[in-house]
């Protein structure tokens, strides 16, 4: 059976947000190519620092399987065991210098967060969750990029349509029916 973390919130929240959870059971299903257009369309339009567009993205289909499967071995295990079940895999990373002058960009990682919440955002509009994962082996999936452009890995991320939690081994199960918590607001704002 599918299913659905959605929180009590103290105050309002969009639904995409709030519906929006990291599963590990992925329900076997395709995801159209549209779909997947959209994703990073919905992503190109975040902001970033003078329209600089850092982030890059790496994106293989399930039914690739031989490059999926490249994509699973850059995982640590513990991510390869659920993951390896998405319908999408993807490596998102940054380039770390301005184009126009080749300075720093202290803002690269921050502009690929706003890209990947505006592809994670959209996904859930269509139903398609997605898992973020920081456990992974940087310099094999910095391969996936071009060499010459300098291009830093930064996470990878699994999507798919929801599936059932009993497929997963009993830890997974337990982490997949946990209830999902939050800080209070009181612990990271100041309202002055
Ligand atoms: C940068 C980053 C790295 C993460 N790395 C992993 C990971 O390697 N494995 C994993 O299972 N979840 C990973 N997560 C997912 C977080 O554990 C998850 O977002 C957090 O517990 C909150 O749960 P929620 O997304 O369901 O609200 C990562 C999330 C982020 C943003």
């Known amino acids: 059976m599918k299913h659905i973390k959605i929180p009590a919130t103290k105050f309002e929240i969009n639904p995409l947000i709030l519906n929006r959870w990291s599963p590990r ?4 299903k395709a995801i159209s190519q549209d ?3 959209s994703l990073f369309e919905a ?3 975040a902001a970033s620092a003078m329209n600089e567009q850092p982030w890059r993205y790496v994106a293989v289909l399930k039914e690739n399987e031989g490059e999926f499967q490249k994509l699973v071995d850059c995982l640590t295990p513990v991510n390869a065991v659920w993951a390896k079940n998405a319908a999408l895999l993807l490596i998102s990373g940054v380039t770390m210098h301005y184009s126009s002058n080749q300075k720093p960009n202290a803002s690269a990682l921050h502009d690929l967060g706003l890209a990947n919440q ?3 955002l ?6 398609i969750y997605t898992h973020i994962m920081g456990g992974f082996d940087k310099d094999k999936a910095a391969g996936f990029f071009d060499a010459d452009k300098n291009i830093v890995p930064v996470c990878m991320m699994a999507l ?3 599936g059932d939690p009993s497929s997963l081994d009993e830890t997974l199960q337990q982490r997949e029916n946990s209830p999902r918590s939050r800080r209070e607001l009181s612990e990271f704002l100041q309202v002055l």
Do not use: E, T
């Not at 059971?25 to 076997?28: D, I, V």
């Not at 959209?122 to 139903?127: I, P």
């Open 122 to 127: 959209q996904a859930q509009s269509f139903d």
């Open 35 to 37: 779909k997947i257009f």
């Open 25 to 28: 059971a992925f329900f076997q």
């Open 118 to 120: 505006n592809l994670i």
């Open 43 to 45: 992503a190109s339009w």
């Open 160 to 162: 798919g349509y929801l």
